[in-house]
């Protein structure tokens, strides 16, 4: 049986640990709602691009000239994993779930015999995929939305994808995040940047063909990187969202359970207490009988 | 004039305007160009430069855009711009400083595409305290 005094230390130190994990509920629930925010209102320029991506992609149908981006290098041997996760830990399941979904997804595209690469972006995902994956890894970028994740943030991430696909590096591109589906629900998911795979969008609802200035080729080659931009940046406030909500379900849970342990411990050290006391009271009495 | 089209400039991180408007013009690549209610629809890409929005025969905005994309569609003109500003919110001293930091940098800068990054941003603060 732990002493009074040992019992009375750790119910501090619970006690303390509880303020902790209820304080960062309460930081990660307020910044939830502003990841929320953000990445509601970049869903207009993301709806409007994929809409004219769509209108335009169909009046391109695959010729020879269509943009590599678009159409593909025609190889399907190396694939390039973009991973997005977070940069600080204590969120739950949250950077474990991504990365399962990415090592079942290598360990299915070796078994085809393709070449797989890395991209992590994020350092918890760095750090799990290092174990087991670390000469696949061709590069990381870390620190990305220490306070507001911006659109020039995302580039920093397209800006290399693009440059390895200029350079040859890749023929397949997917970006794995987490979709933010509620405060305690994430969805580990695969989106597909190269070849761009146009959204299922309803068809063009005008109907009417557009006249294009300069040519469709010429647009198409400027607007295809900016979309890739446009859906990686998408997927990381998706993502920012998801490890607020993740963090903030995890926090929860934990200060539920310290709430717990206080009141066992609690139990216990009254118990002991009043043994303690009831001890002494026989010893006084017996002497006092005694004498 | 009775007819309005309807006007949308998006950023991509945020809906900048929504409205109904007489006419806008959009600095085109290929020149700029006016679109009023039932134009034809085209996609084109834009240039630096800025949006004029027209209203009862005046101009009632003017918006700076880095480029983008425009379509227009008989009711509707919708513009994608990499960034943009009112010209109302620029701050000529702002714009002076961050081209003079950038230009700093620029000396620093020894990667190529760091430099061509750079250039392409001073290009544009510079258009921005030209359009002012």
């Not at chain 1, 691009?49 to 391109?60: D, Q, V």
């Amino acid at each position: 049986m732990a002493t009074l005094k040992a019992l009375r230390m750790r119910i501090a130190s619970v006690k303390s640990t509880q303020k902790i994990t209820s304080a960062m509920k309460m930081v990660a629930a307020a910044k939830l709602r502003r990841a929320q925010e953000q990445a509601e209102a970049a869903r207009p320029y993301a709806l409007r691009m994929g809409r004219m991506l769509g209108s335009l992609a169909a009046s391109m149908t695959a010729g020879a000239g269509a943009p590599k981006l678009l159409a593909g290098t025609g190889a399907d041997k190396v694939h390039l994993l973009v991973v997005a996760t977070s940069d600080r830990g204590l969120c739950g399941g949250f950077n474990s779930t991504i990365v399962r979904l990415v090592r079942s997804d290598i360990r299915k595209l070796q078994a085809e015999g393709k070449t797989v690469k890395l991209l992590c972006v994020g350092r918890k995902g760095r750090e799990q995929l290092r174990r087991d994956y670390a000469n696949l890894i061709v590069g990381s970028i870390d620190e990305l939305n220490r306070k507001r994740l911006s659109f020039a943030d995302a580039t920093r991430v397209s800006d290399k994808v693009l440059a390895m696909f200029d350079a040859g590096e890749f023929d397949v591109c997917a970006f794995y995040y987490a979709r933010f589906k509620s405060a305690i629900s994430q969805v580990p998911t695969r989106l597909q940047l190269v070849p761009f795979v146009p959204s299922e969008a309803p068809a063009n609802d005008t109907g009417a063909s557009y006249e294009y200035e300069p040519e469709e080729g010429e647009i198409l080659a400027a607007l295809l990187p900016r979309n890739l931009a446009v859906q990686v940046y998408g997927g990381l406030l998706e993502n920012g969202a998801s490890e607020q909500g993740a963090r903030m379900s995890a926090m929860d849970s934990a200060t539920r359970n310290a709430g717990d342990m206080i009141k066992k411990l609690t139990l216990n050290y009254n118990r002991s207490r009043q043994a303690s006391i009831t001890k002494e009271l026989i010893e006084i009495i017996s002497g006092a009988e005694a004498v | 004039m009775a007819d309005k089209t309807k006007f949308e400039l998006v950023a991509p991180e945020r809906l900048l305007a929504s409205l109904d408007v007489d006419m806008v013009v959009v600095p085109g690549t290929e020149g700029d160009f006016g679109v009023m209610a039932g134009h034809a629809p085209v996609i084109s890409t834009l240039r630096i430069g800025t949006i004029d929005v027209w209203n009862g025969g005046t101009v009632t905005d003017r918006i700076f855009v880095a480029g983008g994309f425009a379509e227009a569609s008989a009711e509707r003109v919708t513009v994608l711009a990499d960034e943009a500003t009112r010209l109302a919110d620029i701050d000529k001293a702002v714009v002076g400083k961050e081209i003079e930091s950038l230009r700093a940098k620029l000396g620093a800068a020894t990667e190529d595409g760091e430099r061509r990054g750079i250039a392409a941003r001073i290009e544009i603060a510079t258009a921005k305290l030209a359009a002012v």
